[in-house]
């Protein structure tokens, strides 16, 4: 067994799958990275996975239209980002603690409408794989990269979109702005609030969609707590990437390649406990995290309500 995991189709296989299953990663952290550049921390990214994923899923099952699914999701992500937004930035909720509710609602709700509205597991054809002419022929490269399904492509395009918006345009300006000192903003007429509303409502969509990315383009199922964790190592995430999408997408990578070698362990029976092997990306994002606390400076107003004073 040892002999056939280091063979060049098992590991072809594995780099394959890890930049398939970097795609959840990569839009729920970099929709986490706009809300927390301008500086609000939303928690609840689990749960708006979880409420996009069964969306996404239960309306594909029902129209048999995948772009109605992720609209759909994308709707609700919007919804759910949005009254985290008012939460956060009208009621000055506390950050950390309005963010784990709305991962428990995400979690107990998506749970629900699983048990009402579908009772069993089920599948759906859900996106395809859309090889990229010329490039999908190449030998090695071909089969890891351009193989893809479509959200694959749109999340990895994503990282040097973001990196353009935040670094490059008046708006990415006026966030890192928001994010690092807001009385200074506002002073100069920029609206904190409308920012703020907008970089978490579309975390919101972009958790939603991740969340569209498990159930109807990488699983093509859903199930109760599919995400099993990975709304909070997407924010773990954040952290490991210093802020920047180029950072985040590096993080992804690591995980999710860590998570395919661990899948492959179990499907090749490598003599490994299981147990041991599925542990294996949660003990990573402790150790990024005890590694990176403290070495890299976030935005100075993360986490903290803005009052304007006057």
């Given at each position: 067994m040892i002999t056939e995991f280091f063979s060049a189709t098992v590991l072809i296989g594995i780099l394959a799958s890890g930049i398939r299953l970097a795609t959840p990663y990569l839009y729920a952290a970099i929709g986490e990275t706009f809300g927390q550049r301008s500086g609000v921390l939303n928690l609840g990214v689990e749960g708006q996975m979880l409420m996009g994923a069964f969306t996404a899923f239960y309306v594909t099952l029902r129209t048999g239209n995948v772009w109605l699914g992720l609209l759909a999701a994308v709707l609700v992500g919007a919804?759910?980002?949005?009254?985290?937004?008012?939460?956060?930035?009208?009621?000055?909720?506390?950050?950390?603690i309005s963010g784990i509710g709305f991962y428990l609602f995400g979690l107990g709700m998506?749970?629900?409408?699983?048990?009402?509205?579908?009772?069993?597991?089920?599948?759906?054809?859900?996106?395809?794989?859309?090889?990229?002419?010329?490039?999908?022929?190449?030998?090695?490269?071909g089969e890891i990269f351009f193989r893809q399904n479509l959200?694959?492509?749109l999340a990895f395009l994503l990282v040097p979109v973001a990196w353009f918006v935040l670094n490059k345009t008046t708006l990415g300006l006026k966030i890192r702005a928001v994010g690092e000192n807001p009385q200074a903003a506002d002073t100069l007429g920029v609206s904190v609030a409308k920012i703020r509303y907008l970089t978490v409502t579309m975390g919101g969509v972009f958790s939603a969609v991740a969340g569209a990315a498990l159930s109807i383009a990488n699983l093509n199922v859903f199930q109760q707590n599919m995400t099993s964790g990975l709304g909070f190592i997407a924010v773990a995430l954040v952290y490991f990437g210093g802020w920047r999408p180029f950072g985040v997408m590096f993080g992804a990578l690591l995980f999710s390649m860590i998570n395919s070698l661990q899948l492959w362990m179990?499907?090749?029976n490598v003599p490994i406990p299981s147990d041991f092997a599925v542990m294996m990306p949660y003990v990573l994002t402790i150790i990024v995290l005890v590694l990176t606390v403290g070495r890299i400076r976030g935005p100075s107003a993360l986490s903290k309500p803005f009052v304007r004073e006057g």
């Open positions: 919804l759910m980002g949005l009254a985290m937004a008012f939460i956060s930035i009208r009621l000055r909720a506390e950050q950390g998506s749970d629900l409408l699983f048990q009402k509205l579908l009772g069993e597991v089920k599948t759906v054809s859900g996106f395809p794989a859309v090889e990229i002419p010329f490039l999908s022929d190449l030998p090695i490269v959200l694959v492509y179990q499907v090749l």
